[in-house]
């Protein structure tokens, strides 16, 4: 992991390698930072019988790895074995504790679709789009999909435009924006977005289309916006090309 965590427990010879994220972890503290970064992309599942054998084995610590799996059988839920790392590792304050112990049972009362939507959400917030987009494309092909809001599944359409537009993918990121714009109630933001969209790929006759919808002191308001949007944004011809390249590639390995 980067940064530096003063680590007061035994640190292993060999670290325990996050299956999805492939971080390396090595120690107690470690592996509490981890939980308290990532406490959306944490699963039952994340409590295997691999970690209980890595803090017996690697890190001595045999009374955690017991809890652990006494927890594990007896049903607990993962909220109640990240407070029982997190408690156990005494590294962050009572505040801090208290706040993710909120955090965590706040999560668990949320409906599946809800939960993984947080989980997308927490992706986009780390700019790794091309994760984002898979949950937001698994919720979408999710049967459970058909009890959600058209808002919920709206709101999804537009993180995904959101995410296509800033991988450079302007085509699907039209598709999103329009979807949303059909399914949210107020949909005049995304029409915004939509319109810069429109600007930053250089299609004039959408772009002279839907600004029609706008008042013309609101679209040299958004105009002067975005001038400095795009002088701010602009690289060089080959960068951006590897930029888009890089994206791309990233997305069909998510997709595959």
């Not at 890595?54 to 059988?73: C, F, H, K, P, Q």
């Not at 809800?114 to 494309?137: G, H, I, P, T, V």
């Not at 959408?206 to 002088?231: G, N, V």
Request: charged residues 30%; contains cysteine; hydrophobic residues 35%.
């Amino acid at each position: 992991m980067s940064g530096l965590l003063l680590c007061s427990s035994k640190r292993g010879e060999k670290p325990y390698v996050i299956a999805e994220s492939g971080e390396e972890i090595w120690s107690l503290e470690e592996l509490c930072y981890y939980l308290y970064q990532n406490i959306y992309h944490v699963t039952e599942d994340f409590f295997s019988p691999e970690l209980i054998t890595y803090l017996r084995e690697e890190i001595a610590l045999e009374e955690l790895a017991d809890n652990l799996s006494v927890g594990i059988n007896g049903g607990h839920s993962f909220a109640e074995m990240v407070m029982m790392i997190c408690e156990t590792a005494n590294y962050y304050d009572k505040e801090e504790l208290l706040l993710l112990k909120n955090r965590l049972y706040a999560f668990v009362t949320l409906s599946r679709p809800e939960r993984l939507k947080l989980l997308a959400d927490s992706y986009m917030e780390k700019q790794r789009y091309a994760q984002a987009l898979k949950r937001y494309e698994d919720l979408l092909s999710d049967r459970s999909k058909e009890a959600c809001e058209a808002t919920f599944v709206g709101r999804i359409h537009h993180n995904m435009g959101v995410a296509y537009a800033r991988m450079l993918m302007y085509h699907e990121a039209e598709k999103h924006f329009k979807k949303a714009c059909e399914l949210l109630s107020s949909p005049d933001s995304i029409k915004k977005e939509l319109l810069l969209l429109y600007y930053l790929s250089g299609d004039t006759i959408r772009y002279k289309e839907l600004s029609a919808s706008f008042s013309e002191k609101q679209r040299e308001q958004m105009e002067e916006e975005w001038i400095r949007i795009k002088s701010s944004a602009i690289v060089g011809e080959g960068r951006r090309e590897t930029v888009i390249e890089n994206w791309k590639q990233e997305y069909r390995r998510q997709m595959s």
